[in-house]
Nanobody
């Protein structure tokens, strides 16, 4: 099992910055992909940025050059630095982790609200 706890959401003005953090606990050694998804009201959950073991980060086109994902393996924490925020970035942001143990298991955090005011 893997537990994910997000922090760092909040209200920010257009053009501002926020940093989200997701602390993972449990069977973190077998996580092969970790990152962030988001869901805006009335929309489907979508990938924001993920990072895979042995591979580089993968970003949604809408956040490239504005958001940056990083991982601190010693702290079992993944970060999402969000710059130049836009109102369309407003959503609940969910931490995501995929664990490989014969088959793949997917875990989600509880979500953290990010609101960008115009």
């Amino acid at each position: 099992q893997v537990q994910l706890v997000e922090s760092g959401g909040g209200l920010v003005q257009t053009g501002g910055s926020l940093r989200l953090a997701c602390a993972a606990s449990g069977s973190t050694g077998s996580i092969d992909t970790i990152g962030w998804y988001r869901q805006a009201p009335g929309k489907q959950r979508e990938l924001v940025a993920v990072i895979s073991s042995g591979g580089g980060p993968n970003y949604a086109d809408s956040v490239k050059n504005r958001f940056s994902i990083s991982r601190d393996n010693a702290k079992n924490t993944v970060y999402l630095q969000m710059n130049s925020l836009k109102p369309e970035d407003t959503a609940v942001y969910y931490c995501y982790a995929r664990r490989k143990a014969g088959v793949f298991y997917v875990y989600w955090g509880q979500g953290t609200q990010v609101t960008v005011s115009s």
